[in-house]
């Protein structure tokens, strides 16, 4: 158990739907990444948040956006959903922000847009 | 532009059958490597950090080793339970993103 949280497990939602997605860092943790694993895919990097702050922008499309709330949980939203969405969204939390320290990964969320 | 690339992409081993992974890397600076083994329909599980050439950890039946461009994950004896996606990610200086590779898919036969 790496100790991050993501909730639901799985999602199936219609296109043109919104959806939330949640992610409990690992106690201590100040840092949140989303990243996106489509079917046979790598990792691609969406956001990176770090004590509340946008730290770090990937390859994160208009329609997605994320927060950080003050008790470190964060949230990605997804709206407008289109077929290509369907993927494992992973959430990672590390310690001090990226600064040479090893992520750890939840066992993410798989959302099906049908 | 900061790039890693693993190969092979997919590996078929023998029970007991040594064998090493490569992930190669084009950055600007490295802060860190990572690697990771993913299960599928799992969270990638960390595995090892590497900060410097010539830096090596080991782990039961995995050792991972560094020089200036490139990592290896070498695997001795491996059983079939070592069967899973091996990740490679780099953390590049002055960034806060993770690069990550592609994975090696790696099968132990019994």
């Known amino acids: 158990d790496s100790g991050v949280t993501q909730t639901p497990k799985h999602l199936i939602t219609a296109t043109g739907q919104r959806v939330t997605l949640r992610c409990s860092p690992r106690?201590?943790?100040?840092?949140v990444y989303w990243y996106q694993q489509s079917l046979d895919q790598g990792l691609q990097f969406l956001i990176q948040y770090y004590n509340g702050e946008e730290r770090a922008k990937g390859n994160i499309l208009e329609r997605f956006s994320a927060q950080q709330f003050p008790d470190l949980h964060s949230e990605l939203n997804l709206s407008s959903l289109e077929l290509g969405d369907s993927a494992l969204y992973f959430c990672a939390s590390s310690e001090r922000g990226g600064s040479n320290t090893e992520a750890f990964f939840g066992q993410g969320t798989r959302l099906t847009v049908v | 532009e900061d790039q890693v690339t693993q190969s092979p992409e997919a590996l078929r081993l023998q029970e007991g059958e040594s064998s090493s992974l490569n992930c190669s890397y084009t950055?600007?600076?490295?802060?860190?490597l990572f690697w990771y083994r993913q299960d599928p329909g799992k969270g990638p599980e960390f595995l090892f950090t590497l900060y410097s050439a010539g830096e090596e950890k080991e782990k039961e039946r995995l050792k991972a080793t560094l020089t200036k461009k490139e990592s290896f994950l070498h695997i001795t004896a491996p059983k079939p339970e070592d069967s899973a996606t091996y990740l490679c990610?780099?953390?590049?200086?002055?960034?806060?993103?993770?690069?990550f590779g592609t994975g090696t898919r790696l099968k132990v036969l019994a």
């Open positions: 106690s201590g943790d100040l840092s």
């Open positions: 950055v600007s600076g490295l802060r860190g």
């Open positions: 990610a780099v953390l590049v200086s002055g960034t806060y993103k993770y690069i």
